[in-house]
């Protein structure tokens, strides 16, 4: 039983993860790594 819920769980979440990318915008657009957003800026003006 247990291991059936384990399976489920696991299995669940991969297909959640899948689900969320495949409706992300960036997935279709192939404008490389130059055209990416900015880092959100930290309180203290640093970028890191």
Do not use: C
């Amino acid at each position: 039983m247990v291991d059936i819920f384990a399976l489920a769980v696991s299995h669940g979440l991969l297909a959640l993860a899948v689900w969320r990318l495949m409706w992300r915008d960036d997935l279709y657009d192939e404008t490389g790594k130059d055209q990416r957003r900015p880092l959100r800026r930290r309180e203290n003006g640093r970028d890191d």
